[in-house]
């Protein structure tokens, strides 16, 4: 069973930046996407960046151009560098990694990281 394991997290002022880090047990390349999540308590868990195997990304639109996702698959490793943070980017960020087959595919998940963004 592949371990997902969050870090980075905490509490920065508006405007400025944190770096969330997810580490695998395994190969990140087993995994056809990794992604990150969010989820204030109470609403759905919503997307906010993937990255493909072949570096392909994808954003939601209100992180567009403040936040950038990667990976380096020597170190397992994916990251969500944030900047130009806002207050409603207030959440419990999950790292997802996604593998396709046995029909809808399996999703696994980290335990999530805490980001305040606060004055």
């Known amino acids: 069973q592949v371990q997902l394991v969050e870090s980075g997290g905490g509490l920065v002022q508006p405007g400025g930046s944190l770096t969330l880090s997810c580490s695998a047990s395994?190969?990140?390349?087993?995994?056809?996407?990794m992604a990150w999540y969010r989820q204030t308590p109470g609403k759905e868990r919503e997307l906010v960046a993937s990255i493909t195997t072949t570096g392909s990304t994808n954003y939601e639109d209100s992180v567009k151009g403040r936040f950038t996702i990667s990976r380096d698959n020597a170190k397992n490793t994916v990251y969500l560098q944030m900047n130009s943070l806002k207050f409603e980017d207030t959440d419990v960020y999950y790292c997802?990694?996604?593998?396709?087959?046995?029909?809808?595919?399996?999703?696994?998940w980290g335990q999530g990281t805490q980001v305040t963004v606060s004055s």
């Open positions: 395994g190969s990140i390349l087993n995994f056809n996407a």
């Open positions: 997802n990694g996604y593998q396709k087959g046995g029909g809808t595919g399996t999703n696994y």
